[in-house]
């Protein structure tokens, strides 16, 4: 036989092992969130999509994009396709959670393609099962069935194009290297801010490739730490007014940050090895700074990093690059930086959807070690088959968010923002107030801090003809957040309704003075004014 035609069947050999693996890839993905596909809205999808006007005309786009106030968060490219998806089908879940999907599988073959390219054929299972352990993992459920974790997928696509710029572009100058990676960036930015590390991860992977000349990669990053920077700053001055509604529950000390930030550290490790019991909210952490053994757990998160550094000759780089990615891109979320989210509980899945990179990227070493043995042939295929059967019935506790809270509520029954979604369930979907106000003052009791549910409750208690308690309930809730917009607004109609004009007007203007540009607010304003002249 030639060298020709060796080469030949080589090549042949190759490319059907490839289309194999690419179709073992994508049946693993389509089973593991089939359910996932054709569930339904689920909580904050009703402020994202379903009650959202911007996505619903031009002028609503350009609010997208121009007037950060509009959204909940200030994506503009997360909520510019919602409203390209409205256009196309309107309300219909299924469409929205299609465009999940895609993404994310996107996302997962964008990382086999990295791993390949870095590591080169001979490790070419690695960036396989890595990708596919990324992908059908349970942990991914929350960020591909949950619409409103658009942001999630959408930024990751666009933070691993940014990998794939920067390892092509390898051979560029600092400078041409740092500008060409930036566009992708860019676009991950305005998708979530949670990737400002990214920049930071991308040096370390340069320090692991290129040991020798990582320093100029440092160069390269610049451009996109500045953006990183301002993108960061932009986001941190934007999601002042949610933390200004939950801020007597976010004043949480320095010390006892690093404590939550060194637990979540070991939290996604643990969940990444056994994904159960899985939970929208898991329960909220509180550390005395006090307790000395609680030090142990941030101690050893440094003595882990320490490790990787002074393993790097025996192992080439691997053990730092896996704690480097996970920890770089972990940071946004570890409980270091307060965000509105942490309200609920300092840890979430889809937390750790980019940052949970550098935790399969050894288990995919793992795998193709286990592969190439014949007594262990068998194993990596059993607990692929296993994650994804885990993902498959995750995917079934969001049929709707009844489904996902009362699933929650059995794993964490104490959780105030768990009784806070249930009795949003029961008063606007079930039309229920008697069961609302039960779930609001169950969450009111768990936290009396919990201003939302004070408004909530005093909503529910206004459908239930309660008008004294609902006041006194409003009241409760501008005594925690002086500056509630909504519950001035309510509080205003209910006056207006109890015919107290004067005192529904002075209501009226104080929802305005903290919205000034709610055309709601307004109308009730100059229809108590109408009132009152009429009198």
């Known amino acids: 036989m030639s060298r020709e035609e060796a080469g030949g069947r080589i090549y042949v050999y190759s490319f059907i092992c490839r289309q194999r693996k690419i179709f073992l890839f994508w049946g693993f993905i389509l089973l593991a969130f089939l359910p996932s596909w054709w569930t339904g809205f689920v909580w904050d999808d009703v402020q994202y999509i379903l009650q959202n006007p911007d996505l619903r005309t031009w002028q609503g786009l350009f609010r997208i994009w121009f007037v950060p106030s509009s959204s909940p968060q200030y994506y503009p490219l997360t909520f510019s396709t919602f409203w390209i998806e409205y256009q196309l089908w309107g309300l219909d879940p299924a469409g929205y959670k299609l465009v999940n999907l895609i993404l994310h599988g996107a996302n997962a073959f964008l990382l086999w393609t990295i791993i390949d390219t870095c590591l080169g054929v001979k ?95 440092w160069a390269a990053a610049a451009p996109g730490l500045v953006l990183a920077f301002f993108a960061g700053m932009l986001h941190l001055f934007l999601e002042q007014s949610n933390i200004d509604s939950a801020r007597k529950m976010l004043d949480i000390p320095v010390l006892e940050r690093i404590l939550i930030a060194g637990h979540a550290f070991w939290f996604y490790v643990l969940k990444t090895i056994w994904p159960f019991p899985l939970m929208t909210l898991y329960p909220r952490w509180q550390f005395d700074p006090m307790q000395a053994t609680l030090w142990l757990v941030p101690v050893s998160v440094f003595l882990v990093m320490l490790l990787a550094w002074f393993h790097q000759r025996k192992d080439h780089g691997f053990a730092l690059l896996c704690v480097g990615i996970y920890s770089v891109l972990l940071f946004p979320a570890s409980g270091l930086l307060l965000q509105a989210f942490n309200r609920f509980s300092y840890v979430a899945d889809h937390f750790i959807y980019l940052a949970g990179i550098g935790l399969v990227l050894p288990l995919g070493v793992l795998l193709q070690h286990l592969v190439q043995q014949k007594r262990t042939v068998w194993l990596p295929w059993l607990i692929l088959t296993l994650l994804a059967m885990g993902s498959f019935v995750r995917g079934l506790d969001y049929k709707d968010s009844e489904t996902l809270f009362r699933q929650n509520l059995k794993y964490n029954p104490t959780s105030w923002g768990v009784h806070n979604a249930l009795g949003s369930v029961e008063l606007t979907q079930k039309s229920n107030p008697g069961a609302a106000i039960a779930h609001f003052q169950a969450a009111i009791q768990l936290e009396p801090q919990a201003a939302q549910a004070y408004y909530n409750l005093g909503v529910a208690l206004t459908q239930a003809g309660k008008a004294t308690e609902a006041e006194e309930a409003y009241r409760y809730c501008l005594g925690i957040v002086p500056g509630y917009a909504e519950a001035w607004n309510n509080l205003g109609i209910l006056y207006a309704n109890l015919g107290r004009i004067e005192q529904a007007k002075e209501a009226f203007l104080r929802a305005i003075e903290q919205k000034p540009g709610n055309q709601e607010f307004q109308g009730n304003l100059r229809e108590a004014e109408r009132l009152l002249r009429e009198r």
Do not use: Y
């Not at 990324?134 to 942990?139: D, Q, R, Y």
């Not at 942001?151 to 390892?167: E, M, Q, R, T």
């Not at 740092?178 to 566009?183: D, N, P, S, Y």
């Not at 930015?189 to 040991?211: G, I």
């Open 123 to 217: 490790r070419c299972w690695v960036g396989f099962f890595t990708a596919l352990l990324f992908a059908i993992h349970p942990l991914r459920v929350e960020s591909v069935a949950w619409i409103s974790e658009r942001k999630d997928v959408l930024s990751g696509f666009f933070a691993l194009l940014s990998a794939k710029f920067w390892i092509a572009n390898s051979a560029l100058s600092p400078a041409e290297r740092g500008w060409r990676f930036l566009f992708p960036f860019s676009a991950a930015l305005l998708s979530k801010t949670a990737v400002c590390p990214l920049p930071l991860a991308l040096v370390v992977m340069d320090h692991w490739r290129h040991r020798e000349a990582w320093r100029k990669s």
